[in-house]
Nanobody, 122 residues
Framework: QVQLVESGGGLVQAGGSLRLSCAAS????????MGWYRQAPGKQRELVAT???????NYADAVKGRFTISRNNAKNTVYLQMNSLKAEDTAVYYC????????????????WGQGTQVTVSS
């Protein structure tokens, strides 16, 4: 069983910063991609940023230039540094990981964390 646990959410003023962390644990062999998604009340879950095991990144247009995704492969942890936060960034942020459970690397499984609330006041 693989579990992802997010931390670092909270209440922040517009223009401020937060740093989210997500640690993966359990019986896994390798984590390929990791990412952050968010969901505001009444809206669909949307991609925020992703990062491959090699460090290649992808960002939603809405957060480019403000958010930075990074990871520590040794710790199976992904981070999201959020700067210049806006009210529209308010959402529950979910961690995602694409995981291989065996050394064959032939099959990848997707796991999700429980989410951490980010609230930005204007």
């Amino acid at each position: 069983q693989v579990q992802l646990v997010e931390s670092g959410g909270g209440l922040v003023q517009a223009g401020g910063s937060l740093r989210l962390s997500c640690a993966a644990s359990g019986r896994l062999f390798h984590i390929n991609g990791m990412g952050w998604y968010r969901q505001a009340p009444g809206k669909q879950r949307e991609l925020v940023a992703t990062i491959t095991s090699g460090g290649s990144t992808n960002y939603a247009d809405a957060v480019k230039g403000r958010f930075t995704i990074s990871r520590n492969n040794a710790k199976n942890t992904v981070y999201l540094q959020m700067n210049s936060l806006k009210a529209e960034d308010t959402a529950v942020y979910y961690c995602n990981a694409e995981v291989s459970l065996t050394m064959s690397l032939r099959t990848l499984y997707e796991f999700w964390g429980q989410g951490t609330q980010v609230t930005v006041s204007s």
